[in-house]
């Protein structure tokens, strides 16, 4: 991979001033410099925690178009490759996602954008270990900046491996994408595909020196990585590997301090990171909002006009009992002169009023259910089921009670509990592989009484793969491509 390094530094560290300039926080205070050398770049831990927060945006917030809203693009794709959300017809944004086409062609601008932002911050990462020793400033804050940019780097890694190849369960030794940990350039020989099995083992390498390193760092904004972020990290990276033991553990140190949220909570919009069980999120002011590249655009249903993009499946609905304080989120739309017509709203999320809406990236919610079902794989249905009450009282429904359920049974309802629970994260793509499964779509046989008809309310209209194809377990569909460009260029993969 050759990434135009000094370009992006340069965009990097001009991000972190300006937003910096609105966080009023002294340790991310920088030089006025408007032209950079990478030597002034790595000069201080001042310097290059500046870059790293502009790292942060530059994940967050780059767009090379429209409906590539950074790693929201991402997270949009997999809700919309899945089953519980609809990519409405006809709408911009993530409509040719919905089919399995733009993803799983290489030649799209969405695949060579999906491969291409997510190396360049690793690459960012990679700068800033080679290069933070050095740097003027204390102990702890080398120490703390290392810590960062490993998470963050495993973070992505463990993206990556799970968006281009099939689950660490199927074939561990699969191929998958190249690891590269030190910085490139334009001579740099670029690498092979490493297995499933080596991406992981350097995810866990790099999150594990993460912990330690970040033990004792106290964060002034939830954007920044911390320990609790990266035992979360962890938690899914077990998760995904099937080490229960260890997904259980860490999902239970990953949420100590964060109280999952009250139900009225819950109606409140999910976009602002000082919700109480939010372990990790991105805040943003209105000027960093990239209007209609933003994942609000596309996710929050409620505006009088825009893309209202991503719609519940009716079936989906159907999983909330009455009661379920998430139920009370869907509205079916019967104004025959409204574009939503017919379609199903769900108002999870919806942007504040000066379009300055917060990224949900953890919450406590998905570590107690990674806990919960984790517990229930080794058979502890009584720690299983505790943990999977603590998000069930939470959102108004009775606790469960072990004695309906065996293991098979309790496992299925966690697994649907984390559908009911985390729609719109980016978790569904990732369960279905990890699963093995295939996603369930069905026509909508639902209907509304609109006066005196009954009016079919509208579903999934996609269902099959793009060759006709049923959709089944274990399809290349799922998986991105690796972008034309990079094959052209990388004679190693």
């Not at 006809?90 to 799209?108: E, L």
């Not at 519940?312 to 079916?332: C, M, N, S, V, W």
């Not at 959709?471 to 569909?477: A, F, G, T």
Request: net charge neutral.
């Amino acid at each position: 991979m050759k990434l135009r390094y000094n370009n992006i530094i340069k965009m990097l560290f001009v991000a972190a001033v300006l937003t910096l300039s609105a966080c009023k926080d002294d340790f991310f205070e920088t030089s006025p410099s408007g032209d950079l050398t990478g030597s002034e770049t790595y000069a201080s831990t001042k310097n290059i925690d500046a870059l790293f927060n502009g790292t942060l945006r530059y994940m967050m917030e780059t767009s090379t178009s429209q409906d590539n809203p950074g790693l929201s693009a991402i997270t949009l794709t997999h809700e919309v490759m899945g089953d519980d959300a609809i990519a409405r017809d006809g709408v911009y944004g993530f409509r040719d996602s919905y089919p399995y086409r733009d993803p799983f062609d290489n030649t799209t601008r969405r695949a060579l954008f999906f491969w291409s932002f997510q190396y360049k911050v690793i690459d960012n990462c990679n700068n800033i270990l080679a290069n933070v020793a050095a740097a003027s400033g204390t102990d702890a804050e080398r120490q703390y900046l290392k810590g960062q940019a490993l998470a963050l780097r495993g973070f992505v890694y463990l993206n990556l491996v799970r968006q281009y190849q099939f689950t660490y369960a199927k074939d561990k030794n699969a191929k998958a994408v190249p690891i590269y940990t030190e910085p490139t350039s334009p001579s740099s020989v670029p690498k092979a595909r490493a297995t499933v099995e080596q991406v992981y083992n350097q995810i866990i390498s790099d999150l594990t020196q993460a912990e330690t390193l970040l033990n004792g760092f106290v964060r002034k904004v939830k954007n920044r990585p911390d320990a609790n972020v990266v035992k979360g990290l962890l938690a899914r990276t077990y998760l995904t590997q099937e080490n229960w033991t260890l997904a259980a553990a860490k999902a239970r140190e990953a949420r100590t301090g964060y109280n999952i949220m009250e139900a009225t909570q819950y109606t409140q919009g999910f976009n602002d990171v000082s919700n109480v069980e939010w372990i990790w999120g991105h805040p943003q002011q209105a000027d960093q909002n990239l209007g209609g590249a933003s994942y609000f655009a596309y996710i929050d249903v409620t505006p009088a006009a825009g893309y209202r993009s991503i719609m519940p499946d009716p079936y989906f609905r159907q999983l909330f009992a009455d009661g379920d304080i998430r139920k009370t989120l869907f509205e079916t739309v019967t104004v025959s002169t409204d574009p939503m017509y017919r379609w199903i709203k769900y108002k999870k999320f919806v942007n504040k009023a000066d379009q300055s809406g917060h990224i949900v990236l953890m919450r406590s919610s998905e570590m107690a259910l990674i806990e919960a079902e984790s517990k229930a794989r080794l058979n502890d249905l009584t720690g299983a089921i505790a943990a999977l009450n603590e998000v069930r009282i939470k959102r108004n429904l009775p606790v469960a009670v072990a004695a309906n359920f065996n293991q098979t049974t309790l496992i299925e309802e966690i697994l649907t509990e984390r559908r009911r629970e985390l729609w719109g994260e980016g978790f569904r793509l990732y369960d279905l592989l990890r699963l093995q499964r295939a996603p369930v779509r069905r026509e909508s046989t639902e209907t509304v009484r609109i006066g005196a008809a009954d009016v079919p309310i509208k579903g999934h209209y996609v269902l099959k793969f793009p060759d006709n194809s049923n959709l089944v377990p274990n399809s290349i569909y799922y998986l991105f491509p690796i972008p034309v460009n990079e094959i052209n260029t990388n004679p190693n993969l």
